[in-house]
């Protein structure tokens, strides 16, 4: 039993000297670093107490010292994904070895950041698409939001905080559209950003896709459906306009029930004329994926 309790006392007391900072009298300045790849570092690690060895155990830049309370750790341009730089000491007095690791981040900002869409071609209006957004070489990826806009406005982000690799990855993200009429001549794009904290670069780190240009087909469609009817004096003229827009731009063909055969309308999208007869005018606007029909009621002024 007694045994057992200074067994327990000594795990304890061995726990306390390996994790808390203070008593390990090693202090990192900073604490935490933030390094673009390839860019210089520099990290002091100081003894709050006479230090029999001060060093920095390191894949790049390790190195020590005799009896100084402070060493530097330097890398003048790092370029190398190490694990995280431990800064060791080796006392005259209990506890005699201790150590504590830096928080180093080394980011890279992506080579590439590409939109694509897995169609060729117009898209038509109603059909679901896939937009993929794909980032090349950036780390760490646990940091990284992929934003996507249509025109300006943020419509969806992906975050990547559930990874884990250090090393440059590459990561995608994946938006389903469905493209209606508003949605022609719109573009779409995504941004990779980097937010590393408030000891990370400010402003954060971006890059952003070349736009997708959105082009939807859609039928034909008038921007007053109404029918339109007028009062015409004899040889007075009159206006019709049939004028719609689609994707394709639209044909248009016109009948009327008036007793005289319209001449030359084919394709017209307006009618300008002083000989139309009082009666009523339809005209089609066609284009591959449907056709709308609007009418004209001409009746002779009273
Ligand atoms: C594109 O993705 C959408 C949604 O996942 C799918 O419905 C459509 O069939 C895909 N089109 C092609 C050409 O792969
Ligand atoms: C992602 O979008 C949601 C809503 O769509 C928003 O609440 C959140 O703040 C965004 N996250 C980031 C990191 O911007
Ligand atoms: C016909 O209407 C369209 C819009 O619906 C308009 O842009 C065009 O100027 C009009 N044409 C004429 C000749 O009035």
Redesign the pocket.
Known sequence: MERNTLGCFFVVCIFYTALAGDSCSLELRPSRVVVAFGETVTVSCVASRPVRVLGWESAVGATHTLNDQAVQWKVDSLIDWIEEPICYGVFFTAPRQCEEKLNLVLYKSPDTVSISLNHTGTMVEGKEYQLVCEVQNIAPVQYL?L?WYRGER?V??H?FSDLTPTTPVQVSSSLLITPSVADHGVQYKCMAEL?LGIDGPQPTPRVTSQPLDIAVQYAPLFSSAADESLELSKGEEATLNCTATGNPPPTYTWSTTALLPLEKTEDLPVLTSTSLRPGTYTCTASNILGKRSKQFVIKPRA
């Open positions: 939001t934003r943020e969806y982000n975050s937010d």
